[in-house]
Nanobody
Framework: QVQLVESGGGLVQAGGSLRLSCAAS????????LGWYRQAPGKQRELVAG???????TYADSVKGRFIISRDNAKNMVYLQMNSLKPEDTAVYFC??????????????WGQGTQVTVSS
């Protein structure tokens, strides 16, 4: 069973930066589209950023120009560089492999996620 482990979250002031990392047990990322998702309290989980197997990226409008998704297939990792953070970015962040480029459905069970808290 594939396990996903997210890390890199924390408490940061508005305007600050964080870099999230995600590792999977086993080499399951190489040929998959990968996504970062987030879930704020009382809200649905939403796609933040996605990257296809050939490196094409997509971003939620709320994070365009501030967040950058990247992947390292050799290391079986996916990253999310978050800059100019805002209080509304506060959420638990998750990664997963997506079924198709719509990123609406994911392949694996969700990991624990990593908490990002942005103070004003």
């Amino acid at each position: 069973q594939v396990q996903l482990v997210e890390s890199g979250g924390g408490l940061v002031q508005a305007g600050g930066s964080l870099r999230l990392s995600c590792a999977a047990s086993g080499r399951v990322f190489s040929f998959n589209h990968l996504g970062w998702y987030r879930q704020a309290p009382g809200k649905q989980r939403e796609l933040v950023a996605g990257i296809t197997s050939d490196g094409t990226t997509t971003y939620a409008d709320s994070v365009k120009g501030r967040f950058i998704i990247s992947r390292d297939n050799a290391k079986n990792m996916v990253y999310l560089q978050m800059n100019s953070l805002k209080p509304e970015d506060t959420a638990v962040y998750f990664c997963n492999a997506a079924v198709g480029a719509s990123y609406s459905y994911v392949r694996y069970a969700w990991g624990q996620g990593t908490q990002v808290t942005v103070s004003s």
